[in-house]
């Protein structure tokens, strides 16, 4: 099977089936689980990060931010949310909606949004990709605080070879296959 890098995102989030093969996460097989039940293990376990943001229009920033736990029925804690706002410099931008923010800003709601369960993965599919250098590096530092502070593994899908180097792993694919596999 040959496949893309945004598309082998999506198999370890859980997002797309594979047509064969497995993805254990864990040592479990997560497509063994239920349609059900993998959305509980995407919700509670994996944090996705797009390129585009995919934020909720019609929510503001902390709805945006709380929505998985929301879905997940969890009561939200005020002093988790104050963090996670207050590390993504969104403190003055709550009660704005998505078209009231800045690219930056948007991406930093949806690492926030991505981050408020404390998953233990971050999936991330060209974060920076619509970001000038500035807002980028800001991105970065923030997943790399993920990392550390909150000991996430992130796992991001990139094509910009400075954020590349800056990562411990860098496994590169071309058509399909992985072609190197550097610690650095």
């Not at 910009?160 to 596999?181: F, H, N, P, S, Y």
Request: glycine share 6%.
């Amino acid at each position: 099977m040959v496949l893309g890098k945004s598309t082998l995102l999506h198999l370890i989030g859980g997002v797309d089936r594979p047509t064969s093969g497995k993805v254990y996460i864990d040592g479990k097989d997560i497509y063994k689980l239920n349609d059900d039940n993998l959305a509980i293990f995407r919700r509670r376990q994996i944090g996705l990060i797009y390129q585009f943001y995919n934020l909720i229009p019609i929510l503001n920033v902390e709805e945006n931010i709380t929505l998985p736990c929301q879905l997940d029925g969890k009561v939200i804690e005020k002093e988790r949310l104050d963090e996670v706002i207050d590390t993504l410099n969104l403190s003055r931008r709550r009660k704005n909606l998505p078209n009231e923010l800045s690219g930056g800003q948007q991406q930093r709601v949806s690492i926030g949004r991505a981050i408020i369960n404390n998953p233990a993965i971050m999936l991330a599919d060209e974060p920076t990709g619509n970001l000038d250098s500035k807002a980028s590096e800001e991105i970065i530092s923030l997943l790399r605080l993920s990392n550390k502070k909150y000991n996430q593994t992130v796992i991001i899908i990139t094509h910009d070879e400075k954020i590349a180097l800056e990562a411990d792993r860098v496994i590169t694919i071309d058509d399909g296959k992985i072609i190197k596999d550097e610690r650095n």
